[in-house]
């Protein structure tokens, strides 16, 4: 365990080191906004030497936090200073639940969707160089529209907004992280309809669904509190859709604009797979009765807890962290959101059975994410922290340190770690059990019994089922964070629950971060954990026709701009460029890829949009893959040093998606990597958006990638 201060100063510093590290993260805050608004650029930086050659702040006092204390008498560095106003509030406020958006009929959107992209012309605002451009901002023609819109029009709309910092309406909810802390302004925050909670939204398998998303954002790129881009991409994690729909990171829309994505809802092997829709375990549940619809797919490709978030090109991390990061669940005849209707399908997980489907009174959404903020409570982000920037507060659902009051019987959590670079390991503070059910968007084949979850990867999700029966009313007791950071690369040790519960850590995250407080039960407890859940897809008839290596890593000799790069079947590391096709799957075929960490003691959650994969090994070995792991997955912790080995199947839809780590700084800078599906030796366009219209650049390919 750290004895020393790393990334933020220890509560008890001095008042002189903390008005030193103050002022210096003020004036490189300025440096900082004149990045953002594009006024300077890293090289300009470096040619004054205020950069380092790594691209980091230049270690000048006054300037940089990260130093060599004026004040201190030792190589310590000073660290930035602590987030204010939080004494005495931690557990103090109730938690907030994720606030639904409605689910509206199609026919409420004006105009209508299409499938093509909307081109009607509009006026663009001078700040984005007016002149008129088109009122949706997904690129236009055949390449771009929805992909079987007529197989799977849209039955449910849902509509949302991207803007800044603002009051709740529902619940006259105003935009702090507590209510004794200040409000965020709209150029701190920007988030799904500019308020908070955050935002959940439902779904179900056999109704398609439309999600049309407004850029409310200010359309002068300098208004943005500091940090953060007016542009935004946002990718639905990890849908089974087309790419136009997917949130290419170079598919990004402006202010004044909206896009509409299409989520079709479909289980994999649609095509191929029961396709006349007689399978009994593939189903959507009726809106009003105990019934459900069979539907076509594998079964076993059914998923349940996912979230959506901007993917804007070398802006993602800031944008995530600013706000713009909801979740989604879907659900179906196997996990249909109502513990009591047993049918010899539903799974009967805690939910609640007041709805014949989608029922949240113990099926409760957790976004954790740590957060700062500067000396006048608003949000602060330091982008030149490449290695991964790490926050000294924790939320959940955007509160600070909340408290949660649960009945004495079982819940289910969907957590998801929403941090930009931070890692979690979550506990109880007795020590008691909690049953894990899911990995990702995907149930587990078993359930696991675990005291402690494994380390949680920047974007994974973690279903479990906590059992409060076996606490009396008036008990309370608390979700811990295990895994300690000294800095963004990763977690440094993984901590005893003694050991964190101590408040002997550095690091400000560690320990307990939410309470719960046990109440009666005034209902009966349906719900059970059934011994099988979703048992994985059988991929052993199916041919492996390709076989990939992803190596994740630093670039030789570092960069300015561009400091982690990927190599793939041995080449070398190359940046992130959109514009550039590295692989190229065929369509209804299976591959095999290993990714592998290139050392330096990272971590890399590597994520591959569009297709669930199974693990086959650790570092060489299926021994080495956990209980937890053994089901299907999105995000891929490689751990130092490790490499894990992964077969995917690729269906149903086409187009350019991309593989990168979701650590976002490590993805903006710029460890991302585009692959390509179904178009055998002619990539796609690659599309380079303006407010005035998309324009199509030449797609680069490797020439190995197919």
């Known amino acids: 365990m750290s004895s020393q201060p790393g990334f933020f100063l220890p509560s008890n510093a001095s008042r002189a080191r903390v008005k030193e590290a103050e002022g210096a993260r003020r004036n490189r805050l300025e440096i900082v906004k ?57 557990f103090t406020q109730p938690m907030l639940r994720l606030e639904v958006l409605p689910r509206k009929p199609v026919s409420s959107l004006t105009p209508a969707p299409t499938a093509l992209s909307n081109q009607t012309l509009q006026t663009v605002d001078p700040a984005l160089g007016g002149g008129f451009g088109p009122i949706e901002g997904r690129p236009p023609g055949p390449d771009w529209a929805h992909q079987r819109f007529d197989l799977f029009p849209p039955q449910v709309a849902i509509e949302a907004t991207q803007e800044g910092a603002k009051t709740n309406p529902n619940g006259n909810i105003p935009f702090k992280f507590h209510s004794n802390l200040p409000a965020q302004g709209p150029l701190a925050m920007w988030t799904f309809n500019g308020t908070v ?8 398998y056999g109704q398609p669904l439309l999600f049309r998303h407004h850029n409310k954002l200010p359309a002068d790129v300098s208004q943005n509190g500091g940090f953060g881009r007016n542009t935004i991409s946002t990718h639905e994690h990890n849908g089974h859709h087309g790419a136009e729909n997917d949130g290419f990171t170079g598919a990004f829309f402006f202010p004044g604009q909206f896009y509409d994505y299409h989520w079709p809802i479909i289980l994999a092997g649609h095509d191929t797979i029961n396709p006349q829709g007689t399978d009994i375990m593939a189903g959507s549940p009726h809106d009003n009765d105990d019934g459900y619809d069979k539907v076509p797919g594998d079964w076993h490709e059914t998923m349940s807890t996912h979230w959506f ?64 903020w500067d000396q006048d409570g608003q949000l602060y982000f330091d982008i030149f922290n490449l290695d991964g920037f790490l926050g000294d507060a924790m939320t959940v659902n955007a509160c600070y340190y909340p408290f949660f009051e649960v009945e004495a019987r079982k819940y289910r959590f969907r957590i998801l770690n929403g941090s930009v670079s931070r890692f979690f390991k979550i506990a109880l503070s007795d020590g008691s059990p909690m049953i894990q059910i899911g990995n990702d968007g995907n149930l587990l084949p078993h359930p696991v019994v675990l005291t402690q979850l494994d380390e949680q990867g920047i974007a994974e999700r973690y279903d479990i089922v906590i059992d409060f029966s076996r606490y009396t009313p008036g008990q309370k007791v608390w979700m811990v964070n295990l895994c300690e950071h000294e800095d963004g ?10 050991q964190a519960l101590s408040g002997k850590s550095s690091d400000p995250c560690v320990g307990k971060f939410l309470e719960f407080r046990i109440i009666p039960s005034p209902r009966p407890d349906y719900s059970q954990v059934p011994a099988t859940l ?6 052993s008839n199916i041919p492996v026709v390709r076989e990939r290596t992803f190596e994740f890593g630093r670039s030789g000799g570092g960069s300015d701009s561009a400091p982690w790069t990927i190599k793939t ?15 190229a799957p065929k369509a209804g075929s299976r591959e095999v890829w290993t990714l592998k960490n ?19 090994a650790r570092n060489g070995s299926f021994n080495n ?18 490499s894990v080995t992964i077969t995917m199947q690729f269906r149903e839809f086409y187009g350019m998606f991309v593989e990168h780590c979701h650590n976002t700084q490590h993805e903006d800078h710029a460890m991302l990597l585009r692959w390509e599906l179904d178009r055998g030796l002619v990539p796609l366009p690659t599309p380079n958006p303006t407010p005035q219209g998309v324009e199509f650049i030449d797609t680069k390919a490797l020439k190995d990638a197919f």
């Open 625 to 642: 893959v956990p209980a937890w792991e053994r089901g299907r997955k999105d995000v891929y912790r490689l751990k130092p040093g490790g």
């Open 197 to 204: 909670p955050p935002k959940l939204v439902l779904g179900k």
């Open 598 to 616: 290139g050392g330096g003691g990272w971590d890399h959650p590597i994520h591959i949009h569009f297709e669930e994969g199974q693990i086959l």
């Open 569 to 583: 079947d041995g080449g070398g590391g190359l940046a992130a460029d959109f514009s550039r096709v590295t692989a």
């Open 489 to 498: 690369k990763g977690p440094k040790d993984e901590l005893s629950l003694s």
């Open 34 to 90: 004149a990045l953002s608004h594009g006024a300077v650029s890293r090289r300009d930086l470096f040619k004054w030497g205020l950069v380092t050659g790594a691209g980091l702040l230049a270690p000048i006092h006054g300037l940089n936090p990260f130093v060599k204390s004026a004040y201190a008498d030792s190589n310590i560095p000073t660290g930035a200073p602590r987030s204010p106003g939080t004494a005495g509030l931690d």
């Open 309 to 372: 978030h901007d993917h804007m090109f070398s802006f993602t991390a800031q944008n995530v962290y600013k706000g713009n990061a909801a979740m989604y669940n879907i659900y179906s005849a196997l996990d249909r959101g109502n513990e009591e209707i047993n049918d010899g399908v539903n799974l009967r997980l805690p939910s609640g059975t007041a709805l014949s489907w989608h029922n949240l009174d113990y099926d409760v959404n957790l976004m954790l994410a740590d957060k700062a």
């Open 534 to 539: 979703i048992p994985n897809p059988d991929l």
